[in-house]
């Protein structure tokens, strides 16, 4: 998940979902969300149970690989996808390919109304991405902050909901919020006001849509699944990897270096695949969401 949000594109999220480990994920984050409402509004008794239902083991376990590869990955990643920019983004392409198979066969039924909301969600984010060319900050731009306070809270509590859904990357959120620098500005100048405000957005959102989240699975499973890969179909606009790969969201016809983007994208598809065969296996999926 930690190596998933540092590409363009690609969000923890679809990593999460491949092994699945998705529907655990978003109920020990909703039952977070309740102890800080029970913490918030002085419910020590109700706060208590709830922390002892938290898989805290699990969750620290997770935490701590997200962070350990976003520091051992970060740099690697980056430089090949400078270097080998269309190569990689035919990696991507195919990782999320075979995400897409894997949520095609979670859906329970395939009638009218799912294949409206597929089309319909992966063609609205295909053209809201389409909306800027290129997917990072133009090189040299100031890393300052500008911005009041609220404007980083809401830009937090809409970057952490982009970050825990399949398809869309928190980072690539930032960047067509106009935020990407600020909140780089705000941590290169130690501006602990505006960074505390962002964790204050990300804090509340994340509670928030995880609720909401949580509710939809239960009550409306086939719907959101339909949505997820609308979202992941959508986000295939960054990772097809002509004419530059992750960094454009512009479309061209295959030219050039093809023949290794090709593999790369069966070779990424084949692994998601079989990462999920045996993740299914060994049972990582809880049964239900009560």
């Known amino acids: 998940m930690g190596a998933a949000d540092i590409v363009p594109g690609v969000s923890g999220g679809t990593v999460a979902l491949v092994l699945g480990i998705y529907d655990r994920l978003i109920l020990n984050i909703r039952i977070g969300a309740r102890g800080l409402k029970q913490l918030l509004t002085g419910d020590g008794a109700g706060l208590k ?21 976003i520091a051992a990955l970060s740099s690697v990643l980056e430089r090949l996808l400078e270097e ?15 995400t897409i198979w894997i949520a095609w066969h ?36 100031d890393e300052v902050v500008t911005q009041p306070f609220w404007v ?30 600020e909140v780089l500005g705000a941590v290169n100048d130690r501006d602990f006001g505006s960074l505390t405000a962002f964790a204050i957005g990300c804090v509340a959102g994340l509670a928030l849509f995880s609720t909401l989240l949580s509710w939809l699975l239960h009550h409306y ?8 890969i609308g979202l992941m179909l959508g986000s295939i606009r960054v990772l097809w990897p002509w004419p530059n790969g992750t ?16 593999v790369l994208a069966i070779v990424g598809a084949a692994v998601v695949i079989a990462v999920e065969h045996f993740s299914s296996r060994v049972g990582t999926m809880p049964d239900s969401l009560d």
């Open 49 to 69: 149970q709830t922390m002892a239902d938290i898989e805290w083991v699990w969750l620290i376990s997770l935490l701590a690989g997200i962070l350990a590869a």
């Open 106 to 141: 979670l859906l329970e039924r395939i009638d009218a109304a799912t294949l409206t909301i597929i089309a319909g969600v992966g063609i609205v984010l295909f053209f809201l991405l389409g909306l800027r060319e290129d997917t990072g900050v133009a090189e040299g731009t």
């Open 221 to 228: 499973r086939n719907q959101v699944i339909a949505a997820m």
């Open 84 to 98: 080998e920019t269309i190569a990689m983004a035919g990696l991507f392409f195919g990782l999320v390919v075979g």
């Open 152 to 181: 980083f809270a809401v830009a937090g509590a809409i970057a952490i909901c982009a970050m825990i859904l399949p398809g869309i990357s928190g980072s690539f959120i930032l960047v067509m919020l106009g935020m990407y620098t």
């Open 247 to 262: 960094f454009t969201t512009t479309l061209a016809a295959p030219s050039g270096e093809i023949a290794l983007p090709i």
